[in-house]
């Protein structure tokens, strides 16, 4: 078997990675770069002229991961979990980006092989900061690679990733995600951590805005215990709302709870008489109309930089003891859009407090994987430090994009 990682033994988010036996040639994960910029724009036999390759597999649905798909040639299958198709599709219909997959998508479940020839691929749920991700594990010419995708074991599924690997057990080769070999944190804070940190520090506010993604459920659990402790009421805006009743109904969410209140931002009003938005409405308009009265009261609210202008509106009326919580990856705070957000935050008088764990694999995670599979060799990726792996194993690969690694 030959794995070649098109992009991504330099850089973080926007990977590809490429693994061939004799009779069937794919692709994992296909996203736009962190920076917008299109790196690789153009791949023979993927995006452009006859295709050559047997399916692409889309671990989850970041963007960064899977942004490109409709770039990808009609012939050549594309892999996803329909779950993760719509919540994409959910989230960006209502983002300045395009709200539909335009090509059709054959279903990855768990622990359900998918066979293309003499290629055995199988999904296996874990750990990460978007819902419903998947590692890959790829076995074909008597070989067994596991892509781990990104991951992580401090969320609130982490203790799963044991289990997880145990069931897969011994493995020839591991294609890691390494985003956290760069930093020098060895041990993640847990998102039961989390709750702590942000209890400490917003006790005292009756208003809590927490900029997050909308996609980040375990985010949304996390904002739900904060609120417990702290008396106060949820709101989630309308694009969670709708998230929410596609991942789970284990967390409160405006239908199943009289206690969750749904939050319609201005930039979704205008255009709530389009038919593309009513169905995303027309559920919630109860709770949208009672919302008003719990803005006046104690709340803990997700937010997006889209919301900018609600935010300004609701300081003159409701927001007289608000904080910021922003919840996300710090690179973003480098982007326009967010500063001038955090900026005009501080223009607001609204305290802003930098509180996130991340959705990557931490050390113990590297290690974790490494010691259960017992791998015969480690290839890092989606990594801006890809030498750092030689601290966890003496079976490091390291290689350079479109370098040819064959087991």
């Known amino acids: 078997m030959q794995i070649k990682i098109l992009k991504g033994t330099n850089q973080i988010g926007g990977v590809f990675t490429e693994i061939s036996s004799k009779e069937a040639k794919i692709i994992i994960d296909f996203g736009d770069d962190l920076d917008g910029v299109k790196r690789l724009e153009n791949i023979e036999g993927l995006t452009t002229g006859e295709p050559i390759y047997d399916g692409v ?43 539909k997959i335009n090509r059709k998508t054959i279903n990855l479940e768990e622990g359900k092989a998918i066979i293309i020839n003499d290629m055995k691929i199988i999904p296996y749920i874990v750990d990460h900061s978007a819902y419903n991700s998947f590692m890959l594990l790829i076995e074909a010419e008597g070989k067994r690679i596991l892509h781990t995708g990104d991951f992580r074991n401090h969320g609130y599924k982490g203790v799963l990733l044991e289990n997880t690997l145990k069931k897969i057990g011994k493995i020839d080769l591991l294609i ?21 940190d942000i209890v400490e520090k917003t006790k005292d506010y009756d208003q809590v805005l927490m900029l997050m993604s909308t996609t980040n459920i375990d985010r949304v659990t996390t904002m739900q215990r904060v609120a417990n402790r702290t008396g106060k009421t949820v709101i989630h805006d309308i694009v969670l709302s709708n998230v929410l009743q596609l991942v789970t109904q284990k967390i409160p969410n405006a239908l199943n709870s009289k206690n969750v209140g749904v939050y319609l931002p201005n930039s979704v009003y205008i255009k709530r008489d389009k038919e593309e938005y009513k169905k995303y409405i027309a559920p919630f308009q109860e709770k949208i109309n009672e919302t008003g009265q719990l803005l006046h009261g104690k709340f803990i609210m997700n937010i997006r930089v889209s919301m900018l202008k609600d935010i300004e509106r609701l300081k003159d009326k409701v927001l007289n003891n608000c904080c910021v919580v922003y919840s996300m990856w710090e690179g973003y705070q480098e982007e326009e859009i967010y500063k001038r957000f955090l900026d005009k935050m501080k223009e607001l008088n609204i305290d802003i407090y930098n509180l996130h764990v991340s959705g990557h694999a931490d050390y113990t995670a590297f290690n974790q994987v490494i010691e259960i599979t017992n791998p015969n060799a480690v290839i890092p990726m989606h990594t801006e430090n890809k030498e750092k792996i030689k601290d966890f194993t003496d079976k490091a690969i390291i290689l350079d994009d479109m370098e040819v690694y064959e087991i």
């Open 57 to 99: 597999f889309i671990t989850h649905n970041h963007q960064d991961h899977m942004g490109r798909i409709d770039d990808i040639l009609d012939k050549v299958p594309v892999y996803m979990s329909d779950l993760s198709k719509k919540i994409f599709e959910t989230v960006f219909c209502f983002s300045k980006n395009k709200g």
């Open 176 to 196: 890691t995600e390494g985003t956290t070999l760069s930093r020098e944190q060895l041990k993640s804070k847990t998102e039961a951590e989390l709750v702590d």
